[in-house]
């Protein structure tokens, strides 16, 4: 029985590979994102474990496991993403890991991280939206949602996302000790908390220059904020990017895809000649369908031939019969 679970376990790993096989290389375009992307990756692998870079190695794995995902969601879901939004998504996730983490990106370009936020704003109202259009285009769903609706859904999935990753930079801040939220120097601070006789008044302290903790010099020119700001930051521009997907997916579905802009980022569903795991699971199966036959041939000929040899075997102790029988009876 375990034997047997765990044949279907490889056959259905075997064909989800050979449906993952067909995915990649439907769209030329991404499959060329995909492969430079993934030679990088595997390039930047090999160099990280030479360093004995262990953490960094585990981020170029990491990377190679998400690269995967589209594709995956795609033979998975039985839906279809655009060429444009399956490599906006593949260089989004080589530019925060590969970019971003192992090659600093991040502290050599201020900006970096603004930017990825603000393409995370606009993928993920994509997807909530695309969620949300699969769902009014299903057959079987009695599901009809307006325009405006599919534009709120998207947005607040969007936001939900943004505010869910802050949550968990803070959690591998407070837990582990990282510095996901990255801090600002500042050379304002506004706080009640300053007040000298406790009331919930603000107290303004402007033109910091330099701070001192524990009679050490900071030496940032100004105070530092623990990551506030940044969080601020990167919720504003998910706002943005949510915005922005939203109002174009509004007009898209209000004049029921005709903007090509929004058509490049809205998924489908797969066409039945496109659905690749269908057609691998097809193939496996005609393929277990033709190992049985000629299993089958090859059983009956070893049968026939058994039962040959078994015919040989009978005459040939026959004929010793009557010889031996033919023999008494001459003496």
Request: glycine fraction near 6%.
């Amino acid at each position: 029985m375990g034997k047997q679970k765990k044949g279907t376990k490889q056959n259905r790993f075997r064909t989800i590979l050979k449906a993952l096989k067909m995915e990649l290389r439907e769209h030329r375009s991404s499959f060329l994102v995909y492969f430079v992307l993934r030679i990088l990756v595997i390039v930047m692998l090999v160099l990280q474990i030479l360093n004995r870079n262990y953490e960094n190695a585990f981020l170029c794995i990491l990377t190679l496991i998400l690269l995967i995902m589209p594709s995956l969601v795609q033979v998975t879901f039985k839906i279809e993403l655009p060429s444009a939004l399956e490599i906006t998504i593949l260089i989004f996730i080589f530019a925060a890991e590969i970019l971003g983490e192992i090659q600093e990106f991040y502290l050599a370009f201020p900006f970096w991280d603004t930017v990825l936020h603000t393409l995370n704003g606009f993928l993920a109202a994509a997807i909530g939206f695309s969620m949300v259009d699969l769902l009014n285009r299903s057959d079987r769903l009695k599901f009809e949602l307006s325009p405006l609706f599919m534009a709120i859904v998207a947005f607040c999935f969007s936001m939900t996302i943004g505010v869910v990753w802050e949550f968990f930079e803070f959690g591998m801040d407070q837990i582990l000790g990282f510095d996901m939220q990255k801090d600002t120097v500042i050379q304002t601070i506004r706080s009640v908390s300053l007040h000298p006789e406790g009331r919930n008044s603000v107290v303004v302290l402007d033109g910091i220059r330099s701070v001192t903790v524990n009679g050490q010099e900071l030496g940032l020119g100004g105070y530092l904020d623990i990551g506030l700001i940044d969080t601020m930051k990167d919720l504003i521009v998910n706002f943005i990017g949510a915005v922005v997907f939203s109002c174009i997916g509004f007009v898209y579905v209000k004049n029921r895809g005709k903007g090509r802009l929004v058509r490049g980022f809205v998924p489908s569903r797969k066409k039945a000649e496109r659905d690749f795991l269908r057609i691998a699971q097809e193939t496996e199966a005609q393929t277990k369908v033709r190992t049985q036959a000629r299993k089958e041939e090859w059983t009956e000929v070893r049968t026939e031939e058994k039962t040959a040899g078994e015919r040989v075997e009978n005459r040939m102790e026959n004929r010793m019969e009557n010889r031996e029988e033919n023999g008494g009876k001459t003496e």
